[in-house]
Each structure stands twice: as structure tokens, then as C-alpha cells.
């Protein structure tokens, strides 16, 4: 069972930026691919970023494309998400999951091992 929490969140104005990290633990499967999802007051939670792990291949939501960067980072099970440019649209609770395949997909029901969340703002 894989675990993860999500942290790095906070208030951005807009045009702004932040960096979340997503830290993975327990039994991880061999191969498998990591997302980032969103989910605003009201609305279904959404797919954000993906990022397979072993291939380095990463695939993004068509209104994060050019702001937002997934990224695997040097310590084992890791996963950043730098956002730039940030719009008030991008505000919402982000988590983070494991998909146990080695391709992306978006589908939030096919990933396992949400965390909590980490609440991101943008605001004047």
C-alpha cells in the first residue's frame, strides 16, 4: 500500500508561483507512473500532471501546459510540482497518488494512495 503526502502549498497572487512536493512511502510497485490532481470547492477532483517513473515520461491537463513542470526528484519517491504563472482558476486543495503502471493515465480512479492534500490560493 503506497502513502504519500503532499505539502508546499500556500497563497500565490497571480502570476506567481510555488513548489509542491509529494513524498511516497510504503510498498511501492515495481513500475508505476505518479500524479498530481487538483480539486476546487464544488468540483470533481482533476488530473494536473503525470510523471512514469522509471521513463521520465510526463503528460499535463491542457490548462497547465507552459506554467507547470512535474519532476522526480533525488530522493527516492519524490515527486515536485513547480507551478508558474499561477491563475486564480488554479486555486484548490492538490494531491498527490500512485498509478501502478508504467504510463500515464487520468482517470483519478485508477490511481491509489492519496494523501490529505495541500491547499494551494491564488489571490490578489
Known amino acids: 500500500q503506497v502513502q504519500t503526502v503532499e505539502s508546499g502549498g500556500g497563497l500565490a497572487q497571480p502570476g506567481g508561483s510555488l513548489r509542491l512536493t509529494c513524498a511516497a512511502s510504503?510498498?511501492?510497485?515495481?513500475?508505476?507512473?505518479m500524479g498530481w490532481f487538483r480539486q476546487a470547492p464544488g468540483s470533481e477532483r482533476e488530473f494536473v500532471a503525470g510523471?512514469?517513473?522509471?521513463?521520465?515520461?510526463?503528460d499535463y491537463a491542457e490548462s497547465v501546459k507552459g506554467r507547470f513542470t512535474i519532476s522526480r526528484g533525488d530522493a527516492k519517491n519524490t515527486v515536485y510540482l513547480q507551478m508558474n504563472n499561477l491563475k486564480p482558476e488554479d486555486t484548490g486543495v492538490y494531491y498527490c497518488?500512485?498509478?501502478?503502471?508504467?504510463?500515464?493515465?487520468?482517470?483519478?480512479?485508477?490511481?491509489?494512495?492519496w494523501g490529505r492534500g495541500t491547499q494551494v490560493t491564488v489571490s490578489a
Open positions: 497518488a500512485a498509478d501502478p503502471v508504467e504510463f500515464i493515465r487520468p482517470g483519478k480512479y485508477d490511481y491509489d494512495g
Open positions: 510523471l512514469t517513473w522509471t521513463g521520465g515520461s510526463a
Open positions: 510504503g510498498r511501492t510497485p515495481t513500475t508505476y507512473a
